[in-house]
């Protein structure tokens, strides 16, 4: 923090100013930054034990001119808040159906499919629907290939709201996961009239499955739940050999974490899958 120049504003250095002073700095930044298109896509593969990659999670960086790539932790939340996330989202669903395009004219990737996250704000607006059926459409974007991801206190603010929206979206063939599963208070009750494909177990369970017993006995729980209601389940956040041994032997084949890869740029992907 010394090195750098006087006037250099640091949002993620709480003690050089006031929250809301960077609140507000961060705030105007991320509107230049929607304005200049600096907001890029990393992406993670999701592994099958039995069948290899399958899947890829979408996950947004901020590509800015002098922090370099900002976290999606750092400036999600205001982007919720502002509505900023309404044209940062869209960029991020029109860069993964495009995507989408071109893995599918690959011939060992044509059944890839990409995830997307969707915030609140985002599904809350009366326009999500058709935003994402009209990229769907025109992205010619195949049945099942993409799949948005979303939270379950997101669902629970409005469970008739929510299951219509995502009927009419998966009549365009979109499918859902619910992420970070377990975290919030979870209801089965409305778990079973949700149109979802897959739960996501959150990485706080994974974390500490090998050494905290009851850890181990909810991630046991979710696989054996999203089993009896015929969903998929894949782990998060799997960082070691042994964790994914545990999964496995579990009943949970599907995973995503450091373990197989960080998320990526898009041309170091290319070389790790060999496009
Ligand atoms: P998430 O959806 O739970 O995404 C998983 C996060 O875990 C990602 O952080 C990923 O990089 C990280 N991760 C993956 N594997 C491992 C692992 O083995 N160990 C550990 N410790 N972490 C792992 P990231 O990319 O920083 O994203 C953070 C959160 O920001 C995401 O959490 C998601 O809630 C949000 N986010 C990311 N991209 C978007 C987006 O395009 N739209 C919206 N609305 N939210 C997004
Ligand atoms: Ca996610
Ligand atoms: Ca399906
Ligand atoms: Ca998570």
Not at 67 to 93: C, K, M, N, Q
Not at 155 to 176: I, P, S, T
Request: net charge negative; with cysteine; hydrophobic share 40%.
């Amino acid at each position: 923090a010394k090195a750098a120049g006087r006037n250099t504003i640091r949002f993620f250095n709480p003690q050089m100013e006031s929250m809301v002073t960077m609140r507000v700095a961060m705030e105007s930044e991320l509107r230049t930054a929607v304005d200049r298109k600096e907001f890029t896509v990393h992406y993670q593969p999701q592994v099958d034990t039995h069948k290899g990659v399958y899947g890829i999670e979408a996950l947004v960086r901020w590509q800015h001119p002098q922090r370099g790539l900002v976290s999606p932790a750092d400036f999600i939340p205001i982007a919720e808040e502002t509505g900023l996330i309404l044209p940062i989202g869209d960029a991020v669903l029109e860069t993964a159906c495009q995507q989408l395009r071109e893995w599918s004219e690959l011939p060992c990737y044509g059944d890839l499919s990409i995830s997307v996250n969707v915030s609140a704000h985002q599904f809350r607006n009366p326009a999500f629907v058709d935003r994402v059926s009209a990229l769907v459409n025109r992205h010619a974007v195949k049945p099942d290939r993409l799949k948005l991801e979303l939270t379950e206190s997101l669902l629970l603010e409005n469970v008739e709201e929510a299951v219509a929206k995502m009927n009419q979206l998966k009549a365009h063939g979109v499918d859902f996961s619910l992420d970070d599963f377990g975290t919030g208070y979870s209801s089965l009750a409305y778990l079973k009239r949700l149109p979802l494909e897959q739960l996501k177990i959150d990485r706080s369970f994974v974390h500490d499955v090998l050494t905290d017993a009851n850890d181990a006995a909810i991630i046991r729980t979710i696989i054996a739940l999203g089993n009896s209601l015929g969903l998929d389940v894949i782990a998060e956040g799997v960082e070691t050999e042994a964790q994914r041994d545990f999964l496995v032997a579990n009943g949970c084949s599907c995973y995503q974490g450091y373990l197989y890869s960080r998320p990526l740029a898009i041309e170091q992907l290319s070389m790790l899958l060999q496009f």
